[in-house]
């Protein structure tokens, strides 16, 4: 999934408890990877707009979630957004950015209300040229696979971090719950402005700050707002969202890093999210977030 996994399990069989888990992240990838030509995203892409595709059951179960986030986040969080992702990415191997026509083109194709779940695990893409991408939501999705893993197999302490998609199961050993830093952005790696204590649950960042298209000394975000096909300026904002469900997480960070600050508090608290609100040095709490988060400094965060 392009990124490093540490896993932290604690039991007798915590060894083969990690593997077995590696194993699931991998089976995962090879379902959804864009990367992958015989990945089920690949063929899916491949038949948009003519045959539908019969599906693993954990890809049926992704996109029924990510359709249904698509509707709650007003179009904020849309995994149809493949179009509009390849065309940034091969412009920025050209160094050119895409003309307003193309840009037009690929932004007609991105709608999740696209997603045809004909059966419960048969899918097509309604339209030509539509594409998935998952890179929103399926490291997520895979934490809360390894995390079910680990439950099953009688683990009752454990982490796991997926590029900066955290999930926890119980507390430490010692009792006391695990503890993610949350890094400020525009400093240096490990730089944190405050933390999260967290059990049974998972924390969630997405920041506009990292990876992203270049244009000479233009830079652009890799997420992208889909409703109008420019990719986020990367200016210093993140947004860490914690919830029981990782691919929750992960999806509702990625959607509110794209609302702006204002419209994000007002969905988070709206919906009972808790989440922490990073933007140009101010800490914004929504209202569930407020007993979990504490501050590296002495400069208190915003509560509202
Ligand atoms: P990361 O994967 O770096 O932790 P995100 O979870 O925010 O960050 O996912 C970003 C990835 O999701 C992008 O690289 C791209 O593949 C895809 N993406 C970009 N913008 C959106 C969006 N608005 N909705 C859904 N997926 C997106
Ligand atoms: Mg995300």
């Known amino acids: 999934m392009g990124t490093q996994v540490h896993q932290h399990v604690h039991g007798l069989d915590a060894a083969s408890c990690c593997a077995a888990a590696r194993d699931e992240i991998v089976r995962l990838e090879q379902l959804w990877s864009v990367f992958l030509p015989n990945s089920e995203i690949s063929e899916l892409a491949r038949r948009a707009g003519s045959t539908a595709l019969s599906v693993a059951s954990d890809t049926a179960a992704i996109l029924r979630l990510a359709r249904e986030l698509h509707d709650l986040t007003r179009g904020a969080f849309d995994v149809t957004a493949g179009p509009l992702i390849e065309l940034w990415r091969a412009a920025a191997r050209r160094g050119i950015e895409p003309t307003e026509k193309a840009l037009g083109e690929a932004l007609a194709l991105v709608n999740a ?50 590029g900066g998609n955290v999930a926890v199961l119980g507390g430490k050993p010692d009792g006391t719950p695990w503890r993610v830093g949350l890094q400020t952005p525009g400093r240096e790696r ?32 890799h997420i992208l707002d889909p409703r109008t096909g420019s990719p986020l300026p990367d200016d210093l904002r993140s947004v860490s969202v914690l919830h029981a469900s990782s691919a929750l997480a992960d999806a509702f960070a990625t959607a509110l890093i794209v609302m702006d600050t ?3 508090f007002e969905f988070a608290s709206d919906f009972g999210l808790a989440a922490v609100l990073f933007d140009a040095g101010t800490i914004r709490l929504s209202p569930a977030m407020a007993h979990c988060f504490r501050s590296a400094s002495s400069r208190a965060a915003v509560v509202e």
């Open 113 to 162: 209300g696209d997603i045809e779940l004909i059966e419960p695990q048969t899918v097509r893409l309604r339209r030509h040229g539509q594409r998935l991408d998952l890179g929103a939501i399926g490291k997520g999705y895979a934490a809360d696979r390894c995390i079910e893993l680990y439950r099953a197999r009688g683990i009752r302490h454990a982490f796991i971090d997926l």
């Open 262 to 264: 204002q419209s994000a």
């Open 190 to 221: 490990g730089e944190c402005f405050g933390w999260v204590d967290v059990c049974d649950a998972s924390l969630v960042t997405s920041g506009n700050y990292e990876r992203g298209y270049e244009f000479g000394a233009r830079r652009y975000s």
